[in-house]
């Protein structure tokens, strides 16, 4: 899907105050707010973050099911 690739190729916006999904409307919001993609998924998992550990260029999330 060429619009999918978009967001997974080198030249896909980047960063924490980037809105990845601005152009992209293949999704939904679940019950409790979170928003999935609904195109090309199996399934989706929504858990409680328990903790977050910063790493250089990423964050590491710690989470409940």
Do not use: C, M, W
């Not at 690739?5 to 809105?19: E, F, M, T, W």
């Amino acid at each position: 899907n060429p619009q999918i690739l978009k967001y997974l190729s080198a030249s896909a916006p980047i960063g924490r105050n980037v809105d990845k999904f601005k152009d992209y409307n293949n999704t939904k919001r679940s019950q409790n707010g979170v928003l999935y993609i609904t195109e090309n998924t199996n399934a989706y998992i929504s858990a409680y973050v328990k903790q977050e550990i910063e790493l250089s260029t990423h964050t590491l999330f710690i989470a409940q099911l």
